[in-house]
């Protein structure tokens, strides 16, 4: 079935190394995938999103790789800070069933100053 | 924040009784959602609506209904609370015009059901 999932359901790092947060869906037609931060009592807050007609995408300290191949998104921190610390999610959604955002269960990232 | 805010923050309530949820938002967006977020579950999108009046069924729907008489406002009730209903519930928005966008959500409502 459906589903979008993450290896690693906790990351500690080191105050400036760069955290990699990995995620793997199983619908092939998902097309659209998109990475949410969430702090604790907080809503989720959007990161970067990507489409499947690419393969990277950049923004401020992070960087969002998609490999269609083997079903795979991973989430790039650079510098990690401890403002990082918080649940990142992965999400995936298709064009031709766009009510159906699919959130993978969240990995939780712990910065050690 | 997309200018969401949802009412109350926080609830508790007895099993049986019905509750009703409130998120509003001021940027006049189409597309609103109701999701629920429980540990193990990550979030599970209950209702969405996509115009006033216009609204669908989500992934966890059973036990719950909507309604969407304003562009700003969609509601969430819980016809008859029942324990399983605790949980955090949010309110989010699309933007950019249709469902396969990023969504942004709202601060969230716990509801406990006793």
């Known amino acids: 079935g459906e589903s979008v999932g993450l290896h690693l359901p906790t990351l500690s790092v080191q105050e400036g190394d760069n955290s990699i947060i990995n995620c793997a869906y199983s619908n092939s037609a998902s097309d659209y995938f998109i990475w949410y931060k969430q702090e604790s009592g907080k809503g989720p807050q959007f990161i970067i999103d990507i489409r499947s007609n690419m393969d990277k995408r950049q923004g401020q300290r992070v960087t969002v790789l998609l490999n269609k191949t083997v079903k795979h998104l991973s989430l790039q921190i650079a510098a990690t800070q401890p403002g990082d610390s918080a649940v990142y999610f992965c999400?995936?959604?298709?064009?031709?069933?766009?009510?159906?955002?699919?959130f993978g269960p969240g990995t939780s990232l712990s910065v050690i100053p | 924040d997309a200018g969401i805010t949802q009412s109350p923050r926080h609830k508790v309530t007895e099993t049986g009784t019905p509750v009703t949820l409130r998120c509003h938002q001021t940027e006049n967006h189409r597309y609103m959602y109701w999701y629920r977020q429980d540990p193990g579950h990550g979030l599970r999108l209950i209702h969405y609506?996509?115009?006033?009046?216009?609204?669908d069924k989500g992934e966890v729907s059973d036990g719950y209904s909507v309604s969407r008489s304003k562009t700003e406002d969609f509601l969430l009730t819980l016809e008859s609370a029942t324990s399983s209903q605790t949980s955090v519930y949010f309110c989010a928005i699309s933007v950019g015009g249709g469902m396969g966008y990023e969504q942004y959500f709202g601060p969230g409502t716990r509801l406990t059901v006793t």
């Open positions: 999400a995936e959604t298709a064009k031709t069933s766009y009510d159906k955002v699919i």
């Open positions: 609506s996509y115009g006033v009046k216009d609204t």
